[in-house]
């Protein structure tokens, strides 16, 4: 008889608790029990409650009743007494096995939760962080698991111990996984949502989301206040009519839902040139620009038209060739069509390029744009030179392109969609012991909630790239085909993206910076679970669920597509550590630099208008404020564009920041060690932010690690 210490812990949010009855059974290597019905009391499994059990188990094991026969068959056999006397030692031995069996199952292996109804309450799944049991020997095991547990249905929980399936793996173990993975097929299944994207979960309603993959009730409530509060502001504000702007400073009356300082100092500084080109380095899309070693056939820029900016110590040849010129080509959005829904207007798209010029100063200016991908005489170069409204209407266009561009590719594709395929082929592909699961799992939460919302509210039919953008809903799957053309590994990999842009050395680069910081915090905690769980480059691709893993994402995110250079398979630790640690930025860093904090960038509209009712200028010096202020959305458009990138900006609550893993899925204690050394590097990173922010006009802090979330979950 053997006595088992049982302590369970229930998820914190206010619906995780149960009125269902819970049971439990272990199962070790020896066997395993009974099942065992725990104390039903009201407080025992309240949302938040950590609660003690023991019982004894007086269970017959199948090992033990294995012995049990094997026992009276010997005894039958010896019928004479020299065979009996021979044989009573061994009778001995087995009891002896019988009376330990019947005491310990030997080591625990995994765990058997089962929830039933109890008596007339209703059914009401539970939310299980984790179980720790305490054996009769005095080995503690630890099955964390923190998912919902719907009522009714049975659960195996295998051991806390980070484990990659091989031929030594236990036989219990491996049908646990094979069983676990078979579910979560069921569960996730995929579908193609536009020809030529990313796959995404086969799911058109939140309801229909399985429950571990759905918000809290904490942050499900804070986002509807968010968007309720949102809309009554701009109710009183009575900015809700569909007239255009009679004055620019009319904007500033829907600031109210800002929430962030530098959207005050954006609206301030928006047409200084100094200005429009640092957006390009610390602005919401920082991926953008590239270096110039030579001038585009379709973008004839020569020096005398520059002159004016360059001055009279160089020229844009000398430019050219110290490499201080930087390109923007929106060429992506040529061909795209242009939204004819907003208050059932036609919209226009431009597909400009924008040549920039780093200054002795080491600031980044415009200093020619061009608004259409053929040049000609109805396509003329704007230049600073030129008049005051020429010059701003031509920059509001570049803003206006990349805002499209900024939500549809860098945003939505780039790390929503890619975050998506990571969370689907980990959930279908890695059983919850896999140490790459244990590790990727807190950067995967709520991702597909969120962008199912965003398939039907934001990119939808009749959603807000409908009523606010020119991309709208018509224009958005074209785009996200194009986009998807120009993806590649290298694109995903920061260190790579930036040599391959060739802004290694461009001054005051923070998203470069601050973003490289964290990718080498990131790369050298993957790099220290990797070593700790794969003893060599063969355990790595001879690891089958890693490698159906990596297979699946390629087949359903990338498309098998040979020109993204996306690996479909892995052979060494080196290769998986630099994909792991792609796949966390993703979802942490880089979603953080091109989300958070929109608002401060777009709550000023003109700095990044969603759309334009007039089309670009083919002949100079006809701009003036008023054909400005026509060109631009209206009243209505920009309200609902402000109140969306604000919410977009706004983190509901149940927020946890990168590295903040509350959630204690890795039981071994080096893991663990490997967490601590991780958040301390990230402490370090954001004290060394907050300190410089300090000390500058337009602080940059989208890249604090105190202000990433770990996942993308809005």
């Not at 021979?86 to 019988?98: D, K, Q, R, S, Y």
């Not at 061009?370 to 000609?376: D, W």
């Not at 910076?513 to 990797?530: H, K, P, Q, T």
Request: charged content about 20%.
């Amino acid at each position: 008889m053997g006595t088992y210490k049982l302590k369970i812990a229930t998820g914190t949010d206010l619906s995780a608790g149960t009125c269902d009855q819970v049971s439990i059974v272990f199962v070790g290597v020896l066997g395993e029990s009974a099942k065992h019905h725990l104390n039903h009391k009201w407080s025992n499994f309240r949302p938040g409650a950590v609660t003690d059990f023991t019982f004894k188990s007086k269970t017959k094991t199948k090992v033990a009743s294995k012995i049990y026969t094997t026992v009276c068959c010997q005894w039958r056999i010896a019928t004479d007494q020299y065979a009996l006397r021979e044989f009573v030692p061994e009778i001995g031995a087995l009891l002896m096995t019988l009376k330990s069996t019947l005491r310990d199952l030997g080591e625990l292996l995994l765990i058997r939760l089962s929830t039933m109804t109890y008596k007339g309450f209703n059914a009401v799944a539970w939310y299980c962080q984790y179980v720790n049991v305490t054996c009769p020997n005095g080995r503690c095991y630890q099955f964390p698991f923190y998912q919902w547990l719907p009522s009714g249905m049975t659960v195996e929980i295998p051991e806390g111990k980070g484990i990659i399936l091989s031929g030594n793996t236990h036989p219990i173990l491996q049908q646990q996984r094979r069983s676990e993975l078979e579910k979560e097929r069921e569960t996730h299944k995929w579908k193609c949502y536009v020809e030529g994207v990313p796959h995404c979960i086969d799911v058109d309603k939140v309801e229909d989301l399985p429950g571990d993959d759905r918000y809290t009730f904490l942050k499900l409530s804070s986002l509807n206040y968010s968007k309720t509060t949102t809309g009554l502001a701009m109710m009183q504000e009575g900015s809700t009519g569909a007239e255009s702007w009679t004055d620019l400073d009319d904007i500033k009356l829907v600031f109210c839902l800002r929430g962030f300082d530098n959207s005050d100092v954006v609206a301030e500084i928006w047409k200084e040139d100094y200005f429009f080109g640092s957006q390009y380095l610390n602005g919401i899309n920082p991926t953008q620009i590239k270096k110039c070693s030579k001038i585009l056939e379709n973008f004839p820029v020569s020096d005398n038209m520059v002159a004016a900016s360059l001055g009279t110590t160089t020229s844009l040849q000398q430019e050219l060739k110290k490499g201080n010129i930087f390109l923007a080509d929106y060429k992506i959005l040529q061909g795209i069509p242009a939204n004819k829904s907003i208050n059932g207007k036609q919209q226009y798209i431009a597909a400009p390029i924008c040549l920039l010029w780093k200054t002795h100063q080491d600031q980044l200016i415009p200093i020619a744009i061009q608004l259409a991908q053929t040049p000609g005489e109805s396509t003329p170069i704007f230049l600073p030179s030129d008049s005051e409204y020429d010059w701003l209407l031509a920059k509001i266009w570049v803003r206006n392109s990349d805002y499209q561009v900024h939500q549809v590719d860098i945003h939505f594709l780039r790390t929503h969609l890619f975050a998506e395929v990571f969370n689907i082929a980990t959930t279908r592909q890695l059983p919850m012991s896999h140490p790459v699961y244990k590790l990727l799992i807190p950067h995967l939460r709520y991702t597909l909630e969120i962008n199912v919302r965003a398939r039907s509210l934001l990119i939808g039919p009749r959603g807000l790239f409908d009523q606010a953008a020119s991309t709208g809903n018509g224009g958005v799957p074209i785009l996200l085909r194009k986009a998807m053309d120009e993806v590649t590994y290298r694109s995903l990999c920061l260190p790579d993206d930036i040599q391959a842009r060739g802004v290694e050395s461009i001054p005051n680069y923070l998203y470069r910076d601050d973003g490289m910081e964290i990718w080498l915090a990131v790369e050298s905690f993957v790099s220290n679970i990797v070593n700790y769980y794969y003893e060599c480059d063969a355990v790595v691709g001879t690891d089958p669920e890693l490698q159906a893993w990596m297979a699946e994402i390629s087949k359903e995110g990338f498309l098998e597509s040979n020109s993204t250079g996306m690996p479909s398979s892995l052979k060494t630790k080196a290769c998986l550590i630099k994909y792991l640690t792609m796949v966390i930025f993703t979802c942490s860093a880089q979603h953080a630099a091109v989300n958070s904090f929109q608002s401060d960038f777009y709550t000023w509209m003109p700095n990044g208008p969603p759309s334009m009712r007039s089309p670009p200028a083919t002949v100079k010096g006809v701009s003036t404020i008023q054909s400005i202020l026509a060109a631009l959305p209206e009243v209505n458009t920009t309200s609902l564009g402000i109140s969306t990138v604000w919410l977009l900006s706004k983190e509901p609550l149940d927020r946890r920041c990168l590295g903040d893993y509350p959630n204690v899925r890795f039981t071994e204690e080096v893991p663990q060690t490997f967490i601590k050394n991780f958040q301390e590097k990230l402490a370090k990173i954001s004290h060394s932010i907050k300190g410089r922010n300090k000390s500058m006009n337009l602080p940059y802090p989208y890249l604090d690690p105190s202000v990433i979330e770990n996942s993308v979950s809005v």
